[in-house]
């Protein structure tokens, strides 16, 4: 079981902040892939990866990243602090 | 070395007071305030600033370690605010005590390049005609590269 | 924009408070603030700060103009002491305000270097063995080159 | 007549903080000279001009600076404010 964050229009357009799933993804990129191909609100919220950003276990990653042992990956927008 | 995240309001006058009082052997104190700037149309109603509660600390108390490690610094201190403001509220606020001013200031300035580009925080305009997402300036993302 | 050179204390929250309160649009505010740091001997009693009355507000106030006409101000204000200063005394301050932080940050660096080296002051560290001229730092001179 | 004043250590080295005088000199370098050569007390605050500075009419200038029409010179060290 993983834990996924969505924040600002990527969790408006997926339309909830987080859920958990159980998924034999092995990294953020396969667990994209999954999700888009499961319903179209994903595939909306996922179309362009240039324009989004992964945390892994709240550290900031790439696609690229693996799964195994992970707990909690969010996916978001760049982000606009300061 | 001071991290608040918080909805409230905060001083930026009384904090910076505070922050220098305790800076022993500071000769230099730095301080950047960011203000809730009303938008292009001049009809900004509130900011909403939404952000990722765990993330948000580790990444702001990694920044703030770095700054300390990277120059010479006595302290620093690192505010943002999340939740509903209004123009001309102050949004967050960052301060470095040194030495000499060369690190003071590059240290506020490094803290702000993270803290704009890498710190989870997301803000959003609220005006008259709805609501929009705030997008990232190519110049924030550009100004990483210094450090 | 505001100069001011006064032998008296200064607030500096209370001074950065009110800068920013009256900075319309502002969406950035740097502030710098000097503190007299005790000398290396550890025994400093008092800084005295000699200036040249006239000349000062001259070169602060063709400082501050500079500030304004080389980056996207919207105000800057220069305090400075001069006379008797005890040990963690606030020297002198700046404060810049910009739309975006770039901007405040650069001109503050640029007043900053300019009034170390181009503002008629000079610093006296006054100790239980006597009283000693501050010698200007290489480091500043070579700051203003960046200018 | 013109108003010389003299700070820090060049005003301690001279024992005074300004003095009005009569000169034909025609440059800073020049009345530098001739107060020298009056006095030890200026000999000693000016043997090395390469640790003075000179404002001219409360303008940072240089030895060269010529003298007409001026009311006022400055003389003293590396200023040190911040």
């Known amino acids: ?82 | 070395m001071r991290i608040i995240v918080q909805p409230d309001p905060f001083d930026m006058g009384a904090e910076a007071t505070a922050f220098t009082a305790t800076a022993k052997g500071a000769g230099a104190i730095v301080t950047f305030t960011g203000i809730t700037r009303d938008n292009a149309a001049g009809d900004l109603q509130a900011m909403e600033i939404e952000h990722y509660p765990g993330m948000t600390e580790r990444a702001l108390n990694d920044m703030a370690h770095q700054a300390m490690t990277r120059w010479q610094l006595i302290d620093c201190l690192v505010i943002h605010r999340h939740g509903r403001l209004l123009p001309n509220d102050p949004i967050m606020m960052v301060a470095t005590a040194a030495r000499h001013r060369a690190d003071a200031f590059a240290a506020a300035e490094f803290l702000m390049d993270y803290l704009k580009s890498r710190a989870p925080f997301w803000k959003r305009e609220i005006t008259a005609s709805g609501t929009d997402w705030v997008a990232p300036r190519d110049e924030d993302e550009a100004a990483l590269k210094r450090w």
């Open chain 1, 1 to 82: 079981m993983i834990d996924i964050l969505y924040f600002a229009w990527v969790r408006e357009r997926i339309g909830l902040p987080r859920e958990r799933l159980e998924t034999n993804a092995a990294t953020v990129a396969d667990l994209i892939a999954e999700l888009s191909a499961h319903e179209d609100r994903y595939a909306a919220a996922f179309a362009d990866l240039s324009a989004l950003r992964v945390a892994v276990d709240q550290e900031l990653s790439d696609f690229n990243a693996p799964l195994t042992g992970v707990r909690e990956i969010a996916i978001f927008p760049p982000m606009t602090g300061g």
